[in-house]
């Protein structure tokens, strides 16, 4: 009789155990785990990333660069390739390969091409130019003084600054030379710019340029990035899901997923197309 009773109470005890609520964390436990989680989302997103990030040389120094396709085209700076035809390019895996200066940015623009003889490269995705916005945070993978495939971070200071020459945007993610031709990304790891010279004379303070103005300035970008190409005749307006995005007679811009629908009025005539990616890589309306 007695085992009963104890057995009765060690059940409605244990019941009760799993019934009560658990214990509340203490704010030193709330703000340790909420750290833990951003420390797991940065490695997860420096991991996703860092094999895309490629290091250049030549005699005259080194740069950073990155894949945009998936058969071995590079974006850079082009200050980081100079006058070099050709360039040693090296993978985070430790390989070598040559890499061949394809098409350098017209004016001013700091942005060049390369290619590398390799299949199955990991593309990084590009991301619209309206994502950028003071204040939001910001990341770059490259190879600076010190170290290679450095993970740096900071957030967006300017997107104007005051007597720029040319489409940059300021931010304060601690960058050296070596970074130069590097992406700087969103949270998302999509690419937002590219590293471009800094102030020698002040701390933490670094250019970067818009994703967009390389979509705009290298004539064969369009045809190997992650990206759709619209061909439509001068002045002519192209609209993505009822938005005008730009016009003729080429427009170059980051693919996004799903399907999303495209149109153009060419001679009072409206052409409206569905787009999926990769399914689809652009439309001509001149066609």
Known sequence: MTMMIIRGLLSLLLTASLLAPASAQTPVERGAQSVADIEQWRTALYDSLADSVVFISTKQGHGSGFFISDDGWILTAAHVVGDA???SVVLRDGRRLQGSVQEKAKGQLDFALLWVDLKQTKALALADADSLAVGAWVGSIGHGTGGVWTFNIGMISNIYPVGAQ???????????????????????????GIVTAGIQSANNVNYGIKIDEALGSLDQIGFHCQCWLFVAPKNVAIFLDGEAVGSGPKLVIPAQEGTHEVFAVVDGVMKKYALSWPTHRGVDFTK
């Open 166 to 192: 040319k489409p940059v945007f300021q931010t304060d993610i601690p960058l050296n030379p070596g970074n130069s031709g590097g992406p700087i990304f969103d949270r998302q790891g999509r690419v937002v």
């Open 85 to 87: 035809k050709t360039v």
